[in-house]
């Protein structure tokens, strides 16, 4: 029984994986919300600085990133998933990135399988790694993640529009007590990390009474849960179209005081999000199903080439803007469209 359990769990993670590849394959990655094309960036014909002024770095959590972009949380556990994590390893070192990890719950259910998510750390020995568990677990197992892989971080998934469409998932979901435990007693910073259905002023608001260290504001856009656990389910609970995206939900945080810092993932394809992310507030983004499926189908040297690709980008964005560090980005003129303008005028005031 036991063994089929852990079986039906590593089906399940592996599923995900063909999924979601077939999902961007299909390039099914719209959002009915705002995207990056609803935010303009203005000209400065005279920016008076060279490409080789341009700093990179971003500071986050007390620590300097080399690069305001790292591998996001996907998976871990089953033989796949273990070379698909070393592969993504390999990459973030090469590359001078940090990676997370997925969820670690498997590894903390089923010891035996924590040897590939501890791959990742002897792979990386001094990258900066995420743990990631979901939001229910006990600060008991925050610690036992977060130690398996020597972590320098963890992110605490919330999941609910993930949870309802599938058959067997959770149908609780009281998790703000919880999350403001382990955020006080972990010996790491806690990042609460939606997994794609973004975030309002009112989350925002919850999360700013919490001792929860970063945001990560996980707007739709990217890769869709609700679309992948329909396909793996009977109950035909359809909620494609819902949440924020993740221009709306860098926005509902611009309307709110500003709480802890953001990081913007959901749908990050190009530098160019990632800059446009950075000017809309967020200190760090982050990507998952893009550069999954860039690695099924072209292998890690092109994923390598595509990040190289990305920075060079991004230090060309900021000459263009004339800006020399990632903290200046948040000064940039911007032009926002109609529908923006809307969103913003329908939502301002909401909370605060
Ligand atoms: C195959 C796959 C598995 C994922 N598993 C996890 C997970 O275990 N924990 C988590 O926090 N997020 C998980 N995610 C969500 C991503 O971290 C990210 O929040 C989401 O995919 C949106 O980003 P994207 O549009 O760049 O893919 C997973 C994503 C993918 C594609």
Do not use: C
């Not at 609970?237 to 810092?261: H, M, N, R, W, Y």
């Not at 199903?289 to 920075?311: D, H, I, P, R, Y």
């Not at 004339?322 to 980005?329: K, Q």
């Amino acid at each position: 029984m036991i063994k089929n359990e852990k079986a039906i769990h590593q089906h399940r993670k592996d599923e995900h994986l063909s999924l979601a590849i077939k999902y961007w394959r299909e390039q099914r990655n719209k959002t009915a919300g705002l995207t990056f094309s609803d935010l303009r960036l203005i000209p400065n014909t005279l920016p008076e600085i060279a490409l080789e002024d341009i700093k990179l770095s971003s500071n986050f959590l007390g620590t300097s990133f080399e690069f305001p972009f790292y591998i996001e949380a996907m998976t871990g556990g089953t033989p796949r998933a273990d070379k698909l994590n070393a592969q993504l390893a390999q990459i973030a070192k090469s590359q001078g990135l940090a990676m997370a990890v997925g969820s670690q719950s498997i590894a903390l259910k089923y010891p035996e399988l924590a040897a590939g998510f501890k791959n990742v750390r002897a792979l990386h020995p001094s990258g900066f790694l995420f743990a990631n568990l979901g939001a229910g677990h006990s600060l008991e197992n925050a610690k036992r993640a977060v130690e398996m892989i020597e972590a320098n971080a963890l992110e605490i998934h919330v999941n609910t529009a993930q949870e309802l469409p599938m058959d067997e998932g959770d149908r609780a979901f009281r998790w703000l007590d919880n999350i403001n435990e382990i955020s006080e007693k972990l010996e790491v910073p806690v990042i609460v990390k939606e997994v794609g259905f973004g975030m309002s002023q009112q989350t925002f608001k919850q999360l700013s009474e919490t001792a929860v260290s970063a945001i990560n504001i996980g707007g739709n856009g990217g890769t869709n849960f609700a679309w992948i656990e329909r396909k793996r389910s009977q109950n035909g609970f359809d909620i494609d179209d819902f949440g924020l995206s993740t221009v709306e939900s860098l926005l509902e945080a611009q309307l709110s005081p500003p709480t802890k810092p953001l990081i913007a993932t959901g749908g990050i394809t190009s530098a160019q999000d990632i800059v446009k992310s950075l000017i809309l507030g967020a200190d760090l983004a982050s990507s998952a199903g893009f550069l999954l499926s860039t690695l099924n189908e072209s292998g890690v040297e092109a994923v390598e080439a595509l990040l190289e690709q990305w920075k060079a980008d991004l230090a060309k964005w900021m000459t263009l803007l004339g800006v020399v560090n990632i903290i200046d980005l948040k000064q940039v003129d911007t032009l926002l469209s109609p529908r923006a303008l809307s969103f913003i005028e329908q939502r301002s005031g909401k909370i605060w």
